[in-house]
Nanobody, 125 residues
Framework: QVQLVESGGGLVQAGGSLRLSCAASGRTFSSYAMGWFRQAPGKEREFVAA????????YYADSVKGRFTISRDNAKNTVYLQMNSLKPEDTAVYYC??????????????????WGQGTQVTVSS
């Protein structure tokens, strides 16, 4: 069992930055690939970024590539999402998720075994 708790969301002006954190419980955190997803009002949840268990591979949605960076610290059981050059369209609830199997389906919600409760990010224009 893995419990995930996101933090770091808030209100920021367009062009600003935020860093989201996702703290995981459990001794097997380093065995999980991790992902970030987001859901804007009235829209389906969408993939944002993912990172392999070792941190050696990262993946991004085209909409955030070059602006967001996913990283992890297995010693701290934490995954991060550094978000720069934020745009109003980045406004959403951001969720982290843990994936035991890893593999190529990192952008699919069904790949993930555990989810956090989400943190709100609001970008004003």
């Amino acid at each position: 069992q893995v419990q995930l708790v996101e933090s770091g969301g808030g209100l920021v002006q367009a062009g600003g930055s935020l860093r989201l954190s996702c703290a995981a419980s459990g001794r097997t955190f380093s065995s999980y690939a991790m992902g970030w997803f987001r859901q804007a009002p009235g829209k389906e949840r969408e993939f944002v970024a993912a990172i392999s268990w070792s941190g050696g591979r990262t993946y991004y949605a085209d909409s955030v590539k070059g602006r967001f960076t996913i990283s992890r610290d297995n010693a701290k059981n934490t995954v991060y999402l550094q978000m720069n050059s934020l745009k109003p369209e980045d406004t959403a609830v951001y969720y982290c998720a843990a994936d035991w199997a890893g593999g190529s389906h990192y952008a699919k919600e069904g790949q993930y075994d555990y989810w956090g409760q989400g943190t709100q990010v609001t970008v004003s224009s």
